[in-house]
Protein backbone atom coordinates (compact mmCIF):
# COMPACT_ATOMS: atom_id res chain seq x y z
CA UNK A 1 0.00 0.00 0.00
CA UNK A 2 1.59 3.60 -1.12
CA UNK A 3 1.48 6.92 1.04
CA UNK A 4 -0.49 9.55 0.27
CA UNK A 5 2.63 11.06 -0.84
CA UNK A 6 4.29 8.36 -3.18
CA UNK A 7 0.25 8.45 -4.79
CA UNK A 8 0.68 12.19 -5.30
CA UNK A 9 4.43 11.96 -6.63
CA UNK A 10 3.49 8.82 -9.34
CA UNK A 11 0.85 11.20 -10.54
CA UNK A 12 2.81 13.98 -10.88
CA UNK A 13 5.49 11.74 -12.71
CA UNK A 14 2.39 10.37 -14.96
CA UNK A 15 1.08 13.65 -15.69
CA UNK A 16 4.84 15.57 -16.84
CA UNK A 17 5.24 11.93 -18.88
CA UNK A 18 2.64 13.20 -21.18
CA UNK A 19 3.03 16.55 -21.25
CA UNK A 20 0.86 18.06 -18.99
CA UNK A 21 0.50 22.17 -18.61
CA UNK A 22 1.35 24.12 -14.96
CA UNK A 23 1.28 20.55 -12.78
CA UNK A 24 0.39 21.78 -9.12
CA UNK A 25 0.67 19.67 -5.86
CA UNK A 26 -1.30 20.58 -3.05
CA UNK A 27 -0.75 19.74 0.56
CA UNK A 28 -4.06 19.97 2.18
CA UNK A 29 -3.81 17.96 5.22
CA UNK A 30 -4.55 21.06 7.35
CA UNK A 31 -7.37 22.43 5.44
CA UNK A 32 -9.65 19.13 4.39
CA UNK A 33 -10.45 15.98 5.17
CA UNK A 34 -11.15 14.77 1.90
CA UNK A 35 -7.87 14.43 0.28
CA UNK A 36 -3.94 14.68 1.76
CA UNK A 37 -2.61 15.78 -1.70
CA UNK A 38 -4.61 17.95 -4.89
CA UNK A 39 -2.74 17.23 -7.44
CA UNK A 40 -3.85 19.90 -10.64
CA UNK A 41 -3.03 20.40 -14.29
CA UNK A 42 -4.38 21.53 -17.67
CA UNK A 43 -4.58 19.59 -20.59
CA UNK A 44 -4.34 21.29 -24.45
CA UNK A 45 -7.75 19.22 -25.82
CA UNK A 46 -10.01 16.68 -24.93
CA UNK A 47 -7.88 14.20 -26.69
CA UNK A 48 -4.64 15.23 -24.22
CA UNK A 49 -7.16 15.52 -21.30
CA UNK A 50 -8.01 11.71 -22.00
CA UNK A 51 -4.23 10.70 -22.24
CA UNK A 52 -3.07 12.43 -19.11
CA UNK A 53 -6.01 10.43 -17.07
CA UNK A 54 -5.36 7.30 -18.93
CA UNK A 55 -1.23 7.86 -18.16
CA UNK A 56 -2.71 8.32 -14.37
CA UNK A 57 -5.00 5.38 -13.99
CA UNK A 58 -2.42 3.30 -16.03
CA UNK A 59 0.73 4.36 -13.85
CA UNK A 60 -1.18 4.04 -10.18
CA UNK A 61 -3.31 0.89 -11.27
CA UNK A 62 0.12 -0.39 -12.20
CA UNK A 63 1.44 0.67 -8.75
CA UNK A 64 -1.54 -0.99 -6.96
CA UNK A 65 -3.40 1.65 -6.25
CA UNK A 66 -6.35 1.90 -8.82
CA UNK A 67 -8.84 5.21 -8.60
CA UNK A 68 -11.56 4.92 -6.67
CA UNK A 69 -13.50 7.00 -9.01
CA UNK A 70 -13.25 8.99 -11.73
CA UNK A 71 -15.76 11.58 -12.77
CA UNK A 72 -16.30 13.68 -16.15
CA UNK A 73 -14.91 11.69 -18.28
CA UNK A 74 -17.97 12.96 -20.54
CA UNK A 75 -17.35 16.46 -19.93
CA UNK A 76 -14.11 16.91 -21.75
CA UNK A 77 -13.50 20.11 -19.17
CA UNK A 78 -12.79 18.68 -15.90
CA UNK A 79 -12.00 15.18 -15.02
CA UNK A 80 -11.32 14.53 -11.64
CA UNK A 81 -9.93 11.01 -10.44
CA UNK A 82 -10.23 10.00 -6.81
CA UNK A 83 -7.73 8.11 -5.32
CA UNK A 84 -8.87 8.54 -1.34
CA UNK A 85 -6.07 10.21 0.04
CA UNK A 86 -5.19 11.71 -3.09
CA UNK A 87 -7.57 13.63 -5.58
CA UNK A 88 -6.30 14.58 -9.28
CA UNK A 89 -7.75 17.43 -11.55
CA UNK A 90 -7.25 18.00 -15.35
CA UNK A 91 -8.47 20.42 -16.86
CA UNK A 92 -8.61 22.54 -19.69
CA UNK A 93 -7.18 26.17 -19.66
CA UNK A 94 -10.56 27.42 -19.54
CA UNK A 95 -11.64 25.42 -17.25
CA UNK A 96 -9.11 25.68 -14.42
CA UNK A 97 -9.36 29.38 -14.85
CA UNK A 98 -12.73 29.50 -13.97
CA UNK A 99 -12.83 26.92 -11.18
CA UNK A 100 -9.52 28.54 -9.68
CA UNK A 101 -9.08 25.41 -6.97
CA UNK A 102 -5.53 27.19 -6.51
CA UNK A 103 -7.25 30.47 -5.17
CA UNK A 104 -9.91 28.26 -3.23
CA UNK A 105 -7.47 26.17 -1.62
CA UNK A 106 -4.59 28.82 -0.86
CA UNK A 107 -4.28 28.09 2.65
CA UNK A 108 -2.99 24.44 0.97
CA UNK A 109 0.77 24.27 1.44
CA UNK A 110 2.16 24.11 -2.81
CA UNK A 111 4.68 21.13 -2.92
CA UNK A 112 7.59 20.78 -5.60
CA UNK A 113 6.37 17.00 -7.08
CA UNK A 114 10.42 16.26 -7.05
CA UNK A 115 10.39 16.67 -3.83
CA UNK A 116 7.74 14.33 -3.51
CA UNK A 117 9.21 10.59 -1.78
CA UNK A 118 8.58 8.32 -4.53
CA UNK A 119 7.54 4.50 -3.68
Same mark, same amino acid.
Given at each position: ?21 ? %?? +? ?19 ? /??? %? ?35 ? +? ?18 ? /????? +??? /???? /??
Amino acid at each position: MLTAEQIAAIAAKALEDKKARD %IK +VLRTTEQTVLADYFVICNGTS /STH %IKALVDEVDKQLSEAGEPPVRREGLRSDIWVLMDFGC +VIVHVFTDEARKFYNLERLW /SDAEV +VDP /SSLA /SP
